[in-house]
């Protein structure tokens, strides 16, 4: 592991965006070939955001491991809001076609948009705050605190993409199982409070 972890920090961190564009364009390739782009392009850029924020939550239980990913975390987190605003900007333009008179009722109507948007508006204040002026401003203890947001943020995201489908596949049940697996490992380690604003 010391000599992956060695290997590793010779790796720029703005490799993290690079790679993190490769799914995109996959995405953009399969609503190429699909019967409806629309929903090709919201399926698959909601489904990268939730992966990507559950890979970034594994950054500290990966340390626990002893390798050490904690350089890309902030690239990473914000690789994974990208495709989180790419998927709600799919939505408003070419689902919705910003027919803002549908979009409203929409926004507070559908639970499933709800509890998308609630995990949204979560993730915003950690996007806007993953720079260093942030952490020296807020002080680095209720900066932490701030961006433990992320887990219930990821729990909300994981709940809508539940949501969405009428029936459980074994995709969205998989995602849901290594998420539970990541909070109760975190618990396990450093107590409840680990998971809250506290
Ligand atoms: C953290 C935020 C979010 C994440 C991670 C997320 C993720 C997902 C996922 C994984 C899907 C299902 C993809 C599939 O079935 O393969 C989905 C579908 C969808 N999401 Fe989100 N979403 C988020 C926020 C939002 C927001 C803010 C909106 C709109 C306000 C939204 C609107 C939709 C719509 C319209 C669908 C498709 C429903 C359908 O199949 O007709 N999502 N989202």
Same mark, same amino acid.
């Given at each position: ?5 060695? $290997? ?9 965006? $690079?790679?993190?564009?490769?799914? *995109? ?12 782009? $629309? ?22 239980? +990966? ?16 690789? *994974? ?33 709800? $509890? ?6 979560? !993730?915003?204040? !950690? ?5 260093? *002026? ?14 433990? +947001? ?28 290594? !998420?539970?697996?990541?909070?109760? *490992? ?13």
């Amino acid at each position: 592991m010391d000599r992956l972890n060695q $290997v590793l920090r010779r790796v720029p961190v703005w490799w993290v965006y $690079v790679v993190g564009l490769l799914p *995109a364009g996959l995405v953009a390739w399969q609503a190429a070939g699909a019967i409806d782009p $629309v929903k090709a392009v919201e399926w698959g850029t909601g489904l990268w955001a939730v992966r990507l924020l559950i890979a970034t939550l594994f950054v500290t239980p +990966l340390r626990w491991a002893g390798l050490n990913l904690l350089r890309f975390r902030r690239q990473l987190g914000l690789v *994974a809001f990208a495709y989180v605003v790419l998927h709600f900007a799919s939505w408003l333009t070419i689902d919705m076609g910003l027919r803002w008179s549908q979009i409203l009722p929409d926004l507070v109507k559908r639970w499933y948009i709800v $509890v998308g948007m609630a995990a949204f508006l979560m !993730l915003l204040p !950690l996007a806007l705050t993953s720079n260093n *002026a942030s952490i020296r401003r807020l002080g680095a203890q209720r900066w932490n605190r701030l961006h433990r +947001l992320a887990y219930p943020a990821t729990v909300l995201a994981v709940v809508h993409f539940m949501m969405v489908g009428k029936v459980y596949t074994a995709e969205v049940l998989t995602y849901a199982a290594i !998420l539970a697996a990541l909070l109760v *490992a975190r618990v396990w380690r450093n107590g409840p409070r680990s998971l809250v604003w506290a």
